[in-house]
Every structure is written in C-alpha cells, then in structure tokens.
C-alpha cells in the first residue's frame, strides 16, 4: 500500500514539473512575440495618432500597454524561475551583444516611469504635455521592444549551443 502511494505521488510531482517546464518553455517564446507585438502595436498607434485617429491612437495604445503588463510578468516569472543564459564566445558578435544588451537593459529602466507619465497625462487629458513626453518615450519603447526580440534571436538563435 505504502508503495502504491508512493508511485503515485512520484507520478504527480512529475506531471507538476512537466507542466513547470512546459509553462517556462511557452513564457521563452511568448515573450520576444509579445515585444514584438508592441513594436507592431507601438508604430501602428504612431501612424493612427499622424492620420488624426485619436480614438484608435488611444485604442492600440491602451492595448500596448496591456501586452507590455503580461510581457513584464512573463519575464519576472522567466528570470526569477530559470535565470538568464549567458552568450557564448569571445569575439566581436559578443561585444555587439552585450552593447545591445546593456543598452536594451538601461533604456527598459527607464521607460517604466517614462510610459507611466505618458499615460497619465493623457488620461488626464492634458495632451500638451502627452505630446512632448511621447516624443521621448515612443522612440526608447520602440528601441526597447526591438531589441528585446533581437536579444532573444542572438542568444537562442544565433548561438544557441556554442
């Protein structure tokens, strides 16, 4: 009986770290899909706002925001589970890396407070303002999301194993 009961909860602590690993492995690739859609989302909102579409300006950004949200949790959960992977080599390709890297990282610190204040001043309606802090935080998210997926490409494509 004692056994049995073991197996039994060898068999469920195994299904719960399949689903663990199963969870991390989706979270790895979800998250340069989701910097990806906020540049996406980021240029088609830029392009909505030029054209006079407040409401769709408003629309794609407010959704941004929801992407960059599960982003952000999907990478504290990432980092906080399995660590970072550190890129191989001792070349120039690796140089190239940690200068995106460093400035990818710097710049994304940065911009949690610079996209706090650009949404508060227009839910608060005063665009005047909205207007002159987007032209300061469009272009680092913008910057940011890119180099987020280009991060992603360099460490888990372009040298994954060496």
Known sequence: MAARAARARV???ASSKAREIALLEWISIAI???????AALLVT???A????ERERHRNLMLANLGVSIVFLVCYVIQVSSVGHKAFPGDDWVRV???TILTSHT?????LVPLVLRTFFLAIRQRFDEHRRI???????WLYVSVTGVVIY???????PYA
């Open 11 to 13: 068999r469920k602590n």
């Open 32 to 38: 340069p899909c989701l910097n990806g859609l906020s």
């Open 45 to 47: 909102a830029f392009a």
């Open 49 to 52: 706002i030029r054209r006079g």
């Open 96 to 98: 190239l890396f940690l």
């Open 106 to 110: 710097i710049l994304a610190v940065c």
């Open 134 to 140: 987007a032209r300061i935080t469009f272009p680092i």
């Open 153 to 159: 490409w360099m460490v888990n494509h372009l040298r």
